[in-house]
């Protein structure tokens, strides 16, 4: 839409249906399509009445600027486009102007968008409110308290890079103005087993790879820690760094915000203190000890770890050291010490690491409380801003007690949803005058009273399970649940009265099912009364108390002995939900704003839409039935002016101006327009369509009439423009004549005036002329008189003259005379006696020279036209004749590789002479290629692939150049030592060689077959033949290897797969070059997907459940010139390769 172009309403050039309420017919695959359709053209939000569909486009998108904002500032929610700053700013309006307390409930499934929705609506607020020195510190609190919330709380997990794992709900409280005076901030749930435990592609959270990244040198050493990654148990390996994410920057932003918020430097110090002894507490190890009485215990295995956390809390080693090994029971007077085991020991370690980082994210959400809180005491207005988790189902059935609990919250969610909606309906009805009538609706109460009831609810019955005494595990629990739950509906389980589950399979026995509103659940019940428990041992809370650490002995007041409490702490389940009933109680007073969140796509990429993903979020979300019991009674409301301003032009009794009441215009209007009367209803301020057909045909015929009057207005100003042109070109016209006119006569005069001058001066030259003929005429003949005289004079003197010399020379004319006849006749007897002589040749010779005269006549204008061409061309072929000549004899050797070529003798021959070397050289390389047999073909574009994959990569390849790929170094099929191998594999062997499979516990290589067929490569015995593993080639992932000289290369398996049990392979072989790249290509070959060949010092090897890092250095090795491997711990593997 162009910056001149205003948009009135969310009707006007709407790409699909703005507003799922009008979407005809209503049904899933409609649905989407439009959400797909708008996807599309970047059209990320949709209305479902006043419900915000947020869909998350993976990208940044150019619709959150400050003119965005100005855009939607102050204007009717359905006046725009849909977007989420049309809903922060109708609940940012009807609280400063109504006086009604508003909440936003942002919900949807991790990777759907919520953080950002929730920033977004922050952001929108705190730009359209009040200005001001304090409003303005007051604004960047609240904005800043997000980045720090985010370090602590946020993970990467698989569906996201920056997935909330605690739920957050923030009350922005306002003055009467509408300015922010503070706020507060509750948490839920936070994931705290992500401290000790991830799952395979995911991260801790932010703050642990923030700090290590982003901290400076001296600040790492005062906290004894390591830039190294794989230095700490806690930290997962394989997704450390994140594509797009810098973590030092971000730790420099968290620090910032933090000074922002309002934190001390002693506070933010000891902060990092206590993260910094949450993550060393992963590297302590415990090994067993068996005592005198045969009971095992544990002790700490280095105590160095355990040394630099004590100087980091300060604690006493041995306090800290008893706490890891003993644990005191109290019951009543007595006390009991019990030892215990190393399982026993790390189960205390991790539950000390998960309450300890769980009790500093509540104390620093405490903090933020503090330092943005409302500092008057005067009534405030109240926006809550409500970011949790979405609905969590996991395919492959790993529901746990986290993914139920979090279930329970969004059933109770929907049910205020459900509850809210219909209130906000029947309200809105009654305010108009119209009738209502009752909706029928899936009401989720039963689903949560299954879950909630205080006698038999799960919750309930896991709590009493919890403090029973005697043998309590999850088996027992799942027996109580078949006993007291078998009959509900929404229950199911292998163990259910109903037979129809003692056959299902796809329900194992430790599970149960529920039925939510979403669809079933499947949850498997182990740690189900671990969690709940969350049991942290009073040593450990005592030891903690003791330290001289003051953020620490704060987080653990339950460790003071003077306040000792013999009662069991209130379980998870049951703090939860206490929580989610506050949560409620709280929602129900405030006005309910929504924003659903749906994810398109599960590769977090752009532009792509799956059916199936948002199919499954638009029916857990409960969109569709949000969407009929919108339309349940009317589809379409709109307050009388603009309705009538939109639609006048329909009728020519509105049009172009109705003078009355609006409401009676809108009458007019449908009823010239004959819509039935069972179509709409009169509110008192609105009108209702029932049928969103109705309302499409009156946009219909608006633009019908749209463009018939655009067709007259450019009719009438077309005939305006035109006359207005007639006329200012007819008064041109006259201008331009009179103007015209008066030069034409200026210039007549100027002419007629130039001509007489001009005749004048003509008649005065004549008259002189002829004056000056007369003069020189009678000048003239006066001296032709003299001149005529002096000639006669001269002509007689000179005939004398002539006369006189006649006379002398006629006496000596005899003499000569006779003298020159001697001479004539001695020459002519002399000619006549030559004449005789040559006589005898005259003949022949004057007749060649008439027939070369004669032939000379008859080509002479032949010769003249082409000689110049023809002397040109005879030049031009002797010298090509000379020059392919001498390039005969100067020919170089028909290698390919010979670069020399003769030199170019004449300047106009380059073209030719480059020419004539390139196809000798294309000659000679067809030549060399036609020796090749289809054996040597196929061993050159190995060679060729290997250049590709591994020149100035990897420093072993030079010395492969030179050394031909023969595959089958064995020979199974010939050697009898391996005929029982060759029968077991009956698919053609492309390589078989014998390398050395790396053993995890020494880092030492046991010897094995590796055999490379075209579908999979297997691993055999070198001495029995029997097959160890064999791997399908489709289950590949990718290769690694270091870019030194050793042989060493790690093979990986995808996850999922019946190969990934064993792990990856650790290999090495002399014949790396040649194993990595055939088995590239016949993996190319075989499945069409290329294996990613990476070349680094230092990668990871999944060895069954574990990670474990393997590290190339430049070293000395015992055995001299080979690469050795060696175990540092149990993540790491070092490999020692000789320098160059």
């Known amino acids: 839409m162009s910056k001149m172009e205003v948009k009135t309403s969310l009707l006007d050039n709407m790409i699909g249906v703005g507003d799922m309420v009008l979407l005809e017919p209503l049904a899933e695959e409609s649905f989407l399509e439009n959400l797909k359709k708008r996807f599309d053209h970047n059209e990320i939000y949709t209305y479902i009445g006043s419900v915000v569909i947020s869909m998350n486009p993976y990208r940044s998108l150019p619709i959150y600027s400050p003119e965005k904002v100005e855009e939607y500032r102050n204007r009717n929610f359905y006046e725009l486009s849909p977007h989420i700053f049309a809903l922060a700013d109708e609940a940012y309006r009807s609280l400063r102007d109504q006086d009604k307390d508003q909440c936003i409930l942002i919900t949807g499934e991790s990777g759907a968008g919520k953080t950002e929705a929730s920033k977004l609506v922050m952001s929108y607020v705190a730009a359209v409110c009040g200005k001001g020195a304090e409003v303005n510190q007051v604004k960047e609190q609240l904005l800043q308290s997000n980045p720090v919330l985010e370090a602590f709380g946020n993970a990467k997990t698989m569906r996201n890079d920056n997935s909330s794992r605690f739920g957050k709900y923030m009350d922005i409280e306002f003055d009467f103005k509408g300015d922010p005076l503070g706020g507060v901030i509750s948490n839920y749930l936070l994931e705290k087993s992500r401290v000790v435990k991830q799952p395979r592609g995911e991260r801790n959270f932010h703050i642990f790879y923030q700090l290590l990244s982003g901290a400076p040198d001296d600040m790492l050493k005062k906290l004894n820690l390591e830039r190294d990654f794989s230095k700490y148990n806690y930290l997962s390996l394989d997704s450390a760094t994140v594509n797009g994410v810098d973590d030092a920057a971000n730790f420099r932003t968290v620090r910032n915000a933090m000074q922002i918020v309002g934190?001390?430097?002693?506070?933010?110090?000891?902060?990092?203190?206590?993260?910094?002894?949450?993550?060393?507490?992963?590297?302590?190890?415990?090994?067993?000890?068996?005592?005198?009485?045969?009971?095992?215990?544990?002790?700490?295995?280095?105590?160095?770890?355990?040394?630099?956390?004590?100087?980091?809390?300060?604690?006493?080693?041995?306090?800290?050291?008893?706490?890891?090994?003993?644990?005191?029971?109290?019951?009543?007077?007595?006390?009991?010490?019990?030892?215990?085991?190393?399982?026993?020991?790390?189960?205390?370690?991790?539950?000390?690491?998960?309450?300890?980082?769980?009790?500093?994210?509540?104390?620093?959400?405490?903090?933020?409380?503090?330092?943005?809180?409302?500092?008057?005491?005067?009534?405030?207005?109240?926006?809550?801003?409500?970011?949790?988790?979405?609905?969590?189902?996991?395919?492959?059935?790993?529901?746990?007690?986290?993914?139920?609990?979090?279930?329970?919250?969004?059933?109770?969610?929907?049910?205020?949803?459900?509850?809210?909606?219909?209130?906000?309906?029947?309200?809105?009805?009654?305010?108009?005058?119209?009738?209502?009538?009752?909706?029928?609706?899936?009401?989720?109460?039963?689903?949560?009273?299954?879950?909630?009831?205080?006698?038999?609810?799960?919750?309930?019955?896991?709590d009493e399970e919890c403090l029973r005494p005697g043998t309590v595990s999850d088996e027992t629990f799942l027996e109580k649940l078949n006993q007291i739950c078998a009959g509900h509906e929404h229950f199911e389980s292998r163990m259910s009265k109903n037979s129809k589950f003692l056959n299902d399979h796809t329900l194992p026995h430790n599970c149960f099912r529920i039925q939510h509103y979403a669809g079933k659940v499947l949850y498997r019940v182990e740690g189900f009364v671990d969690k709940n428990n969350d049991l942290l041992y009073r040593d450990l809370s005592q030891a903690m108390w003791k330290a001289s650490h003051s953020l620490v002995k704060s987080l653990f007041p339950d460790g003071n002995p003077t306040k000792i409490n013999l009662k069991r702490p209130p379980t998870a389940g049951f703090q939860f939900k206490a929580s989610v009933a506050t949560l409620m109680k709280n929602l129900l007073t405030k006005n309910p704003n929504y924003i659903r969140c749906i994810k398109p796509n599960d590769k977090k990429a752009t532009h792509i839409f799956t059916d199936s993903l948002v199919c499954h979020q638009v029916r857990y979300l409960g969109l569709m039935e949000n969407v009929r019991v919108r339309r349940a009674g009317y589809a379409f409301r709109q307050t009388y002016e603009p309705c009538l301003e939109r639609y006048k032009m329909l009728c020519k009794q509105t049009w172009p101006h109705w003078r009355g009441p609006a409401r009676e215009g809108v009458e007019v209007l449908l009823k010239d327009l004959q819509i039935p009367r069972e179509e709409y209803s009169y509110g008192r301020s609105k009108i209702f369509i029932r049928n969103p057909r109705t309302l499409f045909h009156l946009e219909d015929q608006r633009k019908q009439r749209l463009q018939d009057l655009a067709t007259l207005i450019q009719k009438i100003y077309r005939g305006w423009k035109c006359r207005t042109r007639f006329l200012l070109m007819k008064r041109s016209q006259v201008t331009v004549a009179a103007w015209y006119r008066r030069y034409a006569q200026q210039k007549k005069y100027q002419r007629i005036k130039s001509s007489a001058i001009v005749v004048q001066s003509y008649i005065r030259g004549w008259k002189s002329r002829k004056i000056l003929r007369e003069l020189k005429y009678q000048k003239r003949c006066t001296e032709a008189v003299t001149t005529i005289a002096a000639y006669w004079h001269g002509t007689q003197a000179r005939l004398e003259l002539r006369r006189l010399k006649e006379e002398a020379r006629n006496k000596w004319a005899v003499t000569v005379i006779w003298a020159c006849w001697l001479g004539t006749k001695a020459r002519r007897e002399l000619k006549r006696l030559k004449e005789e002589a040559r006589r005898k040749h005259a003949v022949a010779v004057i007749w060649a020279y008439w027939l070369g005269l004669k032939v000379r006549r008859d080509y002479r204008k032949f010769f003249r036209a082409n000689a110049g061409k023809k002397i040109y061309e005879f030049t031009i072929q002797r010298i090509m004749q000379k020059y392919f000549l001498e390039l005969k004899n100067k020919m170089p050797s028909m290698s390919p590789i010979d670069k020399t070529w003769p030199a170019r003798p004449y300047l106009f021959l380059e073209a030719t002479h480059t020419e004539l070397r390139r196809i000798f050289h294309l000659w000679r390389c067809k030549k060399y290629r036609d020796q090749f047999t289809e054996q040597k073909k196929a061993i050159y574009d190995e060679k060729l692939e290997a250049s590709e994959m591994f020149k100035d990569k990897k420093a072993l390849y030079p010395s492969s150049v030179g050394q031909p790929f023969q595959g089958d170094y064995l020979e199974i099929s010939k050697n009898p030592k391996y005929q029982k191998l060759s029968t077991l594999v009956e698919e053609k062997i492309i390589l078989a060689d014998i390398v050395n499979k790396i053993n995890r516990a020494n880092g030492k290589g046991a010897p094995r077959i590796f055999l490379l067929t075209k579908n999979s490569f297997l691993l055999a015995d070198q001495k029995s033949g029997q097959i160890k593993s064999s791997v399908p080639l489709s289950d590949l992932t990718s290769a690694s290897m270091s870019a030194q000289t050793d042989g060493f290369f790690a093979?990986?398996?995808?996850?999922?797969?019946?190969?990934?049990?064993?792990?990856?392979?650790?290999?090495?072989?002399?014949?790396?070059?040649?194993?990595?790249?055939?088995?590239?290509?016949?993996?190319?070959?075989?499945?069409?997907?290329?294996?990613?060949?990476?070349?680094?010092?230092?990668?990871?090897?999944?060895?069954?459940?574990?990670?474990?890092?393997?590290?190339?250095?430049?070293?000395?090795?015992?055995?001299?010139?080979?690469a050795a491997c060696k175990r540092k711990n149990n993540r790491l593997l070092e490999v020692a390769v000789p320098s160059p």
């Open 263 to 462: 934190f001390m430097d002693d506070e933010t110090q000891s902060v990092l203190e206590v993260v910094s002894a949450v993550l060393k507490l992963g590297n302590i190890e415990f090994k067993p000890e068996s005592r005198v009485n045969g009971l095992d215990e544990s002790r700490v295995k280095d105590k160095n770890e355990l040394k630099e956390i004590c100087e980091l809390i300060g604690i006493e080693q041995a306090v800290l050291e008893r706490a890891f090994s003993f644990r005191t029971v109290e019951a009543k007077q007595e006390k009991v010490s019990t030892t215990l085991n190393v399982a026993q020991a790390y189960y205390a370690r991790d539950a000390l690491a998960k309450n300890l980082y769980s009790r500093l994210f509540s104390w620093l959400v405490n903090r933020i409380n503090e330092s943005i809180k409302a500092q008057t005491k005067t009534r405030k207005k109240v926006m809550g801003v409500l970011d949790i988790y979405g609905f969590e189902i996991f395919e492959n059935g790993d529901n746990s007690f986290e993914q139920f609990i979090i279930n329970y919250c969004n059933e109770k969610l929907q049910q205020i949803f459900i509850e809210l909606t219909l209130r906000e309906e029947q309200e809105e009805y009654i305010r108009e005058g119209i009738e209502w009538t009752h909706i029928d609706y899936f009401n989720n109460a039963i689903i949560c009273d299954l879950i909630e009831n205080n006698t038999n609810g799960i919750l309930a019955m896991l």
């Open 1051 to 1122: 093979v990986r398996v995808k996850e999922g797969t019946p190969a990934a049990a064993k792990g990856d392979f650790l290999l090495s072989s002399d014949r790396l070059i040649e194993i990595v790249t055939k088995l590239y290509r016949t993996c190319l070959s075989s499945t069409k997907e290329k294996i990613n060949i990476e070349i680094s010092d230092e990668f990871l090897v999944q060895f069954k459940q574990d990670k474990v890092c393997v590290k190339f250095v430049q070293g000395s090795p015992k055995n001299g010139s080979v």
